[in-house]
């Protein structure tokens, strides 16, 4: 607990000088900067190659900080008591007053934030005067960061601080949910879709496609491990690494198991992991079998298309 302590002070003294910090969410790592700074989120943009259209996700501590940058909404309140602290992330309207930096949402009159379950970051938050930008922390459209070392390998020395939280738990971005009108869904994410029309009574859509950067994650190319990705596969190629829902009788040393028994949770977990490994041990590609699309299984596969795009 010490230790814990001592990291997140350092976190915040880094922060506190405009530097970008890698943090641990349920999710996945966040890249993290003072949202109120524009020299800190120009940082984050820089480090991560993102382009400046494509907004941050604002992570908050409490409905109080949130208070000060948005308007919040009855939809907001129910699925805020359902689900958060936890991993999703709301679309609201932001205050002519808020000193979130326009950098930040492009200078848009939403904003995306989200209250994380980590309890590091948590801790973090509360030392804080201000909230925090934390897109994932990986380069633009690479597969996201799920541990501290996976931070370490994506920028080296340039992020100054990993406050280090272990794996996350869940391993897939947050789903994102926009309440700005009617209440539609942006993201497929950890959370799944029955369980947030249940919270607002059915009352809300799936949004397909968009052609504007509404909301992080949403680039035609994204979560890519760098090598070509074929979906819905039977048999692999010679030479090919080869990623199946569940654990079979048999083992080759191309075969990758995202779960033992056909756990879509676990698979969730294991996919950005597996898709590290698996760029590490050097194959030039990447097959995977057919992912049940039900429950977080449409999450995984919103992912793994995106990460095929070429």
Sequence with gaps: MKKDLSNIKKSKLYLDKNECVGIPTETVYGLAANAYSDRATEK???????????PLIVHYFSIRDLEKDCNINKNFI??????????????????????????????????AVRFPKHPLTRRLLKFLNYPLAAPSANISSR????????VKEEFGNKVKFILDGGTSKFGLESTIVSLINKPQILRLGCIEVNKIRKALKNKISL?????????????????????????????????????LIKKRNFNGNNYFYLSKKNNLNEAGKNLYKTLRMIKKLKYK???VERIPNKGIGQTINDRLIRASKR
Excluded at 82 to 108: A, Q, R, Y
Excluded at 143 to 150: F, L, P, Q, R, T
């Design 207 to 243: 949004k397909k496609k968009s052609k504007n950067f509404i909301v992080p994650g949403q680039g035609k190319v994204h979560y890519s491990p760098g090598i070509k990705v074929r979906l819905n596969v039977q048999n692999p190629k010679l030479h090919e690494a080869f990623i």
């Design 78 to 111: 129910k699925l805020y008591k359902n689900f958060c602290p936890g991993p999703i992330t709301f679309i609201l309207k932001i205050k002519k007053e808020s000193k979130i930096s326009k950098n930040v949402n492009d200078n848009k009159s939403t904003l």
């Design 143 to 150: 597969v996201s960061a799920v541990s501290k070392m996976d």
């Design 285 to 287: 590609s990447i097959a």
């Design 44 to 54: 984050i943009f820089k480090l991560k190659k993102r382009p400046k259209k494509n």
